[in-house]
């Protein structure tokens, strides 16, 4: 039987609402399709830093190494641990760490969820970015000099190496090629950044050379944020930098129509490392122990974890029935309008895993 070996983080607050959620209706999955999950799960997040005073154990990399991949919930726990300390130690170490420079994020408006524009559907909203994940204006260089006075300078330096940037990029270009549109949208900002944003520009003729069949269309970064809004229909996969990208898929979780619902997976292509899979939405402090939490995030990033594991029927079965349990506008968590308990949600989910024929027709 095939069997995988899953590293669970469920991290921060809605974190460990949502992670055995999702991992229940993986199992349903998993049986259907004859494979098995073993998760090992860590205890890593804010209480382990308040406790430990570290996010994570030093020697973590290496205990989660052997791994076939990560779940991750969420981590952050604004109030009592600054969130550059949880964010940059936790998720940006292990990003870095595992050399995971991709960051695959959906847009998709599921049918019957509405979507924050006027007059637009799940037709017109079907994108997917794919953000640089390992360096760009994440890279972390910089110094703060003469603090606090008046004559303080600060730098964040932006690091574009070519390795870096053609990866990413021939990335995007084979999942444009993978989509029925073939049609690549670069998120660019040449106008203003003659150093960085020219040398991506080049990097994105050079790479297209090899894909003449996927056409590449250039925007600046602020136009192209408008058009999600304004012709969200003329976009189907995007490349981004690290900073722009993390901007444009959070406008593209907001055109999902709630953050109970976009899902995000952070590869090593290459395999040499463990990727990760994780809702976009973080711990949300404001709803934790309520059980109200929307496990639907959570479930989609686990379909995608199946789909990288080789477990593509699987995860197809997954997401029909994150498609059908939409459609059906019966089972609805609160972030959707509804009343219904993260319980509740995950149940429904799991039988339209178990009867997917009897949820879609
Ligand atoms: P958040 O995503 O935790 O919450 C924003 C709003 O969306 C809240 O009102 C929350 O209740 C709601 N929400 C989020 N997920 C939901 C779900 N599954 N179902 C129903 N409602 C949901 O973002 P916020 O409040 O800005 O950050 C809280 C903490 O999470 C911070 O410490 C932040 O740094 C961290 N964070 C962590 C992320 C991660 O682990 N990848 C991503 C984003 C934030
Ligand atoms: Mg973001």
Redesign the pocket.
């Known amino acids: 039987m095939r069997h995988y070996r899953v590293a669970t983080i469920p991290?921060?607050?809605?974190?460990h609402e949502?992670l055995p959620a999702a991992q229940a209706v993986l199992d349903a999955a998993a049986a259907r399709h004859g494979f098995t999950l073993e998760y090992t799960q860590f205890p890593w997040g804010?209480d382990y830093y308040l406790e430990t005073g570290r996010m994570m154990d030093a020697d973590a990399l290496a205990r989660m190494a052997g791994f076939d991949a990560l779940f991750?919930?969420?981590?952050?726990?604004?109030a009592r641990?600054p969130?550059h300390v949880?964010?940059r130690e936790l998720?940006i170490a292990i990003r870095q760490g595992y050399d995971q420079y991709i960051n695959l994020r959906p847009i998709r408006l599921l049918p019957g969820i509405p979507g924050p524009l006027r007059d637009r559907g799940p037709a017109d909203v079907d994108m997917v970015c794919i953000r640089e994940n390992s360096e760009g204006e994440y890279a972390g260089l910089g110094g703060r000099f003469k603090r606090g006075t008046p004559d303080e300078v600060v730098e964040q330096t932006a690091v574009f190496t070519r390795k870096g940037t053609e990866r990413v990029i021939r990335y995007a270009f084979e999942v444009a090629r993978s989509r029925p549109r073939k049609l690549l949208a670069s998120a660019t900002k040449s106008n203003a950044c003659q150093h960085s944003m020219v040398f991506w520009d080049e990097i994105t003729d050079m790479v297209g050379r090899d894909y003449p069949d996927v056409a590449v269309r250039k925007y600046h970064v602020d136009a192209l944020a408008a058009r999600m809004i304004t012709h969200p229909q003329t976009l189907d996969t995007i490349v981004a930098s690290n900073l722009f990208g993390d901007i444009l898929t959070d406008l593209g979780g907001a055109l999902q129509g709630?953050?109970?619902l976009p899902a995000s997976a952070n590869l090593n292509p290459e395999r040499k490392h463990p990727s990760m899979f994780?809702?976009?939405?973080?711990?949300?402090?404001?709803?934790t122990g309520q059980g109200?939490?929307?496990?639907?995030?959570?479930v989609w990033a686990g379909a995608m974890m199946l789909e990288h594991l080789g477990e593509a029927e699987a995860a197809h079965d997954i997401v029909r029935a994150l498609e059908a349990i939409a459609a059906a506008a019966n089972v609805r968590?609160?972030?959707l309008g509804g009343r219904d308990d993260t319980r509740r949600m995950t149940d429904a989910i799991r039988e339209a895993v178990m009867t997917p024929a009897a949820t879609v027709a």
Do not use: K, Y
Request: aromatic share 0%; proline share 12%; glycine share 16%.
């Open positions: 991290g921060d607050g809605i974190g949502v804010c991750l919930g969420a981590v952050g726990d604004p641990v969130d949880s964010l998720l709630s953050l109970g994780e809702p976009v939405h973080g711990s949300a402090p404001d709803i109200m939490a929307n496990p639907m995030a959570a968590t609160p972030d």
